[in-house]
């Protein structure tokens, strides 16, 4: 079959992504590597909080500079990741 990528190729490519990835991830500040392992263990938790949160994006702004000022990389992450569901939930009722 031309034209189809095979299991092994994405396999491949995705392994590839990730080396790049973890080659990105080590040239960030040791408490950013370290919130992003955090988050990574703890994604579907964090999901289900973004999910509940009732922010709105104003607040959600205005929280995400104040934690990226202050350095609080976990509650940034946890931010992003609420930003993303409530996006996401908008255009589902769109």
Do not use: F
């Not at 490519?13 to 790049?20: A, H």
């Not at 607040?59 to 995400?64: R, V």
């Amino acid at each position: 079959m031309e034209g189809c990528i095979s299991v092994r190729e994405n396999r491949d490519d995705w392994l590839e992504k990730v080396k790049v990835l973890e080659e990105a991830i080590k040239e960030l500040p040791k408490e950013l590597q370290n919130a992003i392992c955090w988050a990574v263990e703890n994604y579907q938790t964090l999901e289900n909080m973004g999910r509940a949160s009732n922010m709105t994006s104003e607040e959600i702004q205005c929280a995400m500079e104040n934690a990226l000022a202050e350095k609080n990389y976990v509650t940034l992450i946890l931010l992003h990741i609420t930003k993303t569901m409530i996006e996401l939930k908008e255009n589902e009722e769109s």
